[in-house]
Nanobody, 124 residues
């Protein structure tokens, strides 16, 4: 079974950068679309970005456009989310999710496999 583990979260000051990773085991990621979601306390989980099997990218959250970049390295079986110009409102638990579908989904239910999440905290 595909297993995902996020890493790279932490505490950063506003304006700083973090790169979170999603490492897969069990299967190779090149047969899956991968989404990054985030969930802040008291809020619903929201999709941030998604990368297709081909490497094409679909960005969903207007609030992160121009600041966050998703990428995948199928050789390393890892997907990344580079986050720049971080703001306090980016504070959340960040999750990666995978599915064998061919297109990205905005909905969490569209992904069968999830990592446990990594906490990102941005201080003002």
């Amino acid at each position: 079974q595909l297993q995902l583990v996020e890493s790279g979260g932490g505490l950063v000051q506003a304006g700083g950068s973090l790169k979170v990773s999603c490492a897969a085991s069990g299967y190779t990621l090149d047969n899956y679309v991968i989404g990054w979601f985030r969930q802040a306390p008291g809020k619903e989980r929201e999709v941030v970005s998604c990368v297709l099997r081909s490497g094409g990218v679909e960005n969903y959250a207007d609030s992160v456009k121009g600041r966050f970049t998703i990428s995948r390295d199928n050789v390393k079986n890892t997907v990344y989310l580079q986050m720049n110009s971080l703001k306090p409102e980016d504070t959340a638990t960040y999750y990666c999710a995978a599915d064998a579908r061919y297109h990205c989904s905005r909905e969490a239910l569209g992904y069968a496999y999830w990592g446990p999440g990594t906490q990102v905290t941005v201080s003002s």
